[in-house]
């Protein structure tokens, strides 16, 4: 994280902040890892799911990478 840094901070509104990640492309998963299945595969849509503590907004999307590293 050192070697990454903080970014650059700048102040923006919800809707300015909500049209970058509209507009944002997805970086591709990483191609190295475990060979095993480890659930469902990249690329398949789901949902909805909800988080069962707060927060109960139901979400959908596409799975983008699944690794065993556990976090």
Wanted: glycine share 16%.
């Amino acid at each position: 994280m050192k070697a990454l840094g903080h970014g650059r901070r700048s102040d923006m509104t919800g809707a300015e902040a909500l049209a970058v990640a509209l507009a944002a492309t997805p970086a591709n998963p990483p191609s190295s890892g475990p060979q095993r299945p480890l659930g469902p595969e990249a690329g398949r849509r789901g949902g909805p799911v909800r988080a069962d503590d707060y927060g109960r907004d139901p979400i959908e999307g596409r799975l983008v990478a699944v690794n065993s590293s556990g976090s």
